[in-house]
């Protein structure tokens, strides 16, 4: 009956959510909130133009606008309201803004003035358009779009239209990767386009290049930089022959040509590891870039390079950063991994974000001394602004998703200046969240985040009161469960069914400087094991009112790997439930299934038929006859990554071994759950899940 009970509640809260009342914060709650991302700072620095992702539960799907704010926090409005898409704002110089929207089927460049008028059509070419960005040096746009190399944009449309006619459906590869993260690979890349004036001809500026820019599935115009005096720019590009993309991190950075002519160099050649984000100084003499010293390592550390421009002479700049007592007296120099590089007009003074102790702080880097400075602590900072003396950002955290901010340059005076969720917020009952240290494998600290129970009392819990403890498994596994505002693993979730929750920043997580982040490779079931294990007694030792017969455990990718893994281990007795998303189980067999096989490879040493390799090493396969905790597994028909194979195949060594078990697979969802439908499904089952076998 347990779980018919939480279904209800579940109803009840989403009803309560309409009717404005008070209530338990649910997956209802967090699809509901408005996501800002974006954010775009006006000529005159008077305004920031931003997307707002609302969702649509009706259609389905998420749903995107423009918004406006005034930088001094008085007032904030929506710019669009068409059903299409509208996104990508960029400012004009006159005041007006250019955006991406899909109002006549296709991605195309629109224009409004927002001072009043309604928006205008500026692009209608042939193929959609994935990323704009206004060049004023270039008197035009740089546009990317998905082409066939060597085809241009009618060719791609030709060839297009004979696939779509040949009745054959016979893909043939003779190369990796033939599949990348969700999609098969069809021969497209994306490529720069230069779109110059009142001009509806784009120029491609890599014609015949075979490779993708912006890399996919993860990159940006953050990776596209256009050189002083706008007749070269510069971006990130993985430029390997035959099947070697699939085991290499060798992104380079090159500088192509504005004038068409396709000529290509390549800037970052002697460096085999990863090359990227280029950024120039204001006065143009510096390209400034990120990159990690170790081939074959996706979760290195980025130092910075400074290169002059003329001659290319480089300086390296390692970003270090030293704690204050006040960070749980963290005893060592910290090495941070930076992003997003914004320069004051000085030339020397750049602002950045960076992971750092549980948090992705605001940070400040002096370039001639290399001196960093931390200007903003708690939460998770992104999309960094320079305003006259100020910096704007957005900012979120475990009880409140992005808002934008500013604040002074020397770190005072932080401002609020867009509130578009608070009064949702205000109306969900969240848990207070609390970050803790102890001592995990190796004698070394080890970080945690608690969420309290929505309806703590410290009086109730002095009386005896227990409350349920959901145990939370971070993926990556370099990445962490910090004080972070997530739209498909949100504590606040497990804390509106009841529960409170823990999540251990293990050995391997990031923030916590390069040698903690390298413990992890070579032992996956080691040390991250010993500190989930460590850190679940120091968890309630220092929370007494935590019911210590009453714990449940969930976690996807690395996280899923490790359920299966604590699963075959002593580790399980302590759990009533697991929930298992994404994840591996037979570690041998998973390199033969996944597509970026640098990554197994750094972790594991080697590929499974070489010699001293770790593959066997920590394989939760080897233990599933000791399985015994209900489990339910999870798994999505896209994620190439971790196919779903490794779902169906822990799903049948429970059944066939009688432990109680679920399978909720997802045939149109990749590693993530991402559809509104999708969403409220996955958290009903899985609160329904952990909730049910609590007695």
């Known amino acids: 009956m347990k779980h018919a009970i939480v279904l209800f509640c579940l109803l009840l809260v989403a009803t309560s959510a309409l009717a404005g009342e008070k209530h338990p914060f649910s997956v209802h709650d967090m699809l509901a909130m408005e996501r800002i991302s974006d954010p775009q700072v006006s000529p005159d620095g008077k305004w920031v133009a931003f997307n707002v992702r609302s969702t649509d539960l009706e259609a389905n799907r998420g749903r995107t606008d423009l918004w406006l704010a005034a930088v001094d926090g008085s007032e904030s409005r929506r710019l669009t309201t068409h059903e299409a898409g509208d996104w990508n704002p960029r400012w004009c110089l006159n005041g007006t803004i250019y955006f991406l929207s899909t109002r006549t089927g296709s991605s195309q460049i629109w224009n409004i003035d927002p001072r009043g008028g309604e928006a205008r059509q500026v692009t209608d070419l042939a193929l959609g358009i994935d990323n704009m960005e206004l060049v004023p040096d270039l008197h035009g746009f740089l546009l990317t779009m998905q082409v066939y190399p060597g085809r241009g944009l009618d060719g791609t449309v030709e060839r297009d239209a004979e696939i779509a006619a040949d009745p054959r459906t016979g893909r043939i590869y003779d190369e990796l ?33 075979d490779a993708d820019v912006p890399t996919r599935p993860w990159g940006g115009m953050e990776e596209i930089a256009v050189a002083p005096g706008g007749k070269e720019i510069v ?17 380079d950075l090159y500088a192509v040509r504005t004038d068409g002519s396709g000529d290509m160099r390549c800037l970052t050649e002697a460096n085999e590891a990863w090359d990227t984000e280029p950024v120039f100084t204001p006065d143009g003499k510096k390209l400034v870039y990120l990159a990690m010293d170790r081939a074959g390592f996706e979760a290195d550390r980025f130092h910075i390079e400074v290169m002059d421009w003329a001659t290319g002479a480089l300086r390296r700049i390692d970003v270090v950063f030293e704690p204050e007592k006040s960070d749980f007296d963290f005893d060592r120099e910290l090495s941070i991994s930076p992003h997003g590089l914004k320069f004051a007009s000085d030339n020397r003074t750049a602002y950045f974000t960076a992971g750092c102790l549980g948090q992705r702080s605001l940070f400040k880097l002096d370039l001639h001394d290399s001196r960093v400075s931390r200007l903003h602590k708690m939460g998770r900072h992104s999309s960094v602004s320079l305003l006259k003396g100020r910096l704007l950002f957005g900012l979120q955290h475990l009880q409140s998703p992005t808002e934008l901010y500013t604040i002074k340059t020397n770190g005072k005076d932080l401002q609020q200046i867009t509130d578009l969720n608070g009064e949702k917020i205000a109306q969900a009952m969240m848990g207070e969240p609390e970050q803790f240290t102890f001592r995990g494998a190796n004698g070394e600290m080890v970080f945690a985040y608690v969420v309290k129970p929505y309806d703590f009392s410290e009086e109730e819990a002095a009386a005896g009161k227990k409350w349920p403890l959901t145990f939370l498994v971070h993926g990556g596994p370099q990445g962490s469960f910090g004080n972070d505002f997530h739209y498909r693993w949100n504590p606040q979730a497990y804390v509106g069914a009841g529960f409170a929750t823990v999540a251990i920043d293990f050995h391997g997580s990031t923030g916590y400087g390069q040698e903690f982040t390298d413990s992890i490779t070579g032992d996956w079931g080691g040390k991250p094991y010993e500190d989930l294990v460590q850190g679940l007694a120091a968890t309630l030792a220092r929370y007494p009112w935590m019911d210590k017969d009453k714990i449940v455990a969930a976690g996807a990718s690395y996280g899923g790997y490790m359920i299966n893994w604590m699963h075959g281990q002593d580790f399980a007795r302590n759990f009533d439930a697991f929930v298992c998303h994404d994840g591996n ?49 999870v798994h999505g028909g896209l994620d190439y990554r971790v196919v779903d194979t490794q779902g169906m ?20 969802e990749n590693h993530w759950v991402l559809k509104p439908q999708n969403s409220i499904q996955w958290h009903e089952e899985v609160m329904d899940w952990l909730t049910r076998w609590l007695d």
Request: proline share 8%; hydrophobic share 35%.
């Open 177 to 209: 990767m033939f599949r990348h993260w969700d999609t098969w690979e069809d021969g497209k890349r994306s490529h720069v386009f230069l779109l110059e004036g009142d001009s509806n001809t784009p120029v491609d500026l890599m014609p015949d290049l």
């Open 235 to 251: 971006f990130t590009a993985k430029v390997l022959p035959g099947s070697e993309p699939a085991w290499s991190t060798d992104y």
């Open 585 to 633: 189980l037979d570690e041998r067999m998973a390199y033969y299934d996944t597509e970026e096989l640098w990554f197994p490879e750094w972790e594991h040493g080697g590929t499974p038929f070489g010699q001293g390799n770790g593959f066997g090493k920590h394989n939760p396969i080897d233990y599933v006859q000791n399985w015994h905790v209900p489990t339910l597994v």
């Open 649 to 668: 195949s822990t799903f049948t060594a429970l059944r066939r071994q009688g432990v109680p078990a679920r399978l909720l697979y997802f045939p149109d």
